[in-house]
């Protein structure tokens, strides 16, 4: 499978605050199932990625993942 979303397994999301997504399929016949690779650049660096149905459930994922991120910091 070719992506434009990696290069030698290494994401291409290098900017901070910036995400990247793409649709692909997997299985055979009529068991295909649509999926969405998800890779987000927090502000500090850091990636978040993840594979899931919609890209609203990545986001939403994302968004919780940036909550507990927050919630981290905080106790420091």
Same mark, same amino acid.
């Given at each position: 499978?070719?992506?434009?979303?990696?290069?030698?397994?290494?994401?291409?999301?290098?900017?901070?605050?910036?995400?990247?997504?793409?649709?692909?399929?997997?299985?055979?016949?009529?068991?295909?199932?649509? %999926?969405?690779?998800?890779?987000?650049?927090?502000? *500090?660096?850091? %990636?978040?990625?993840?594979?899931?149905?919609? %890209? *609203?459930?990545?986001?939403?994922?994302?968004?919780?993942?940036?909550?507990?991120?927050?919630?981290?910091? *905080?106790?420091?």
């Amino acid at each position: 499978m070719t992506t434009r979303m990696t290069i030698n397994g290494v994401s291409t999301c290098i900017e901070a605050g910036t995400e990247k997504y793409e649709k692909f399929q997997t299985g055979i016949g009529r068991r295909k199932r649509t %999926l969405v690779q998800y890779d987000y650049r927090h502000m *500090d660096g850091e %990636l978040f990625a993840c594979v899931k149905p919609t %890209l *609203d459930e990545c986001r939403a994922a994302r968004d919780k993942w940036l909550n507990n991120k927050q919630g981290k910091e *905080d106790k420091r």
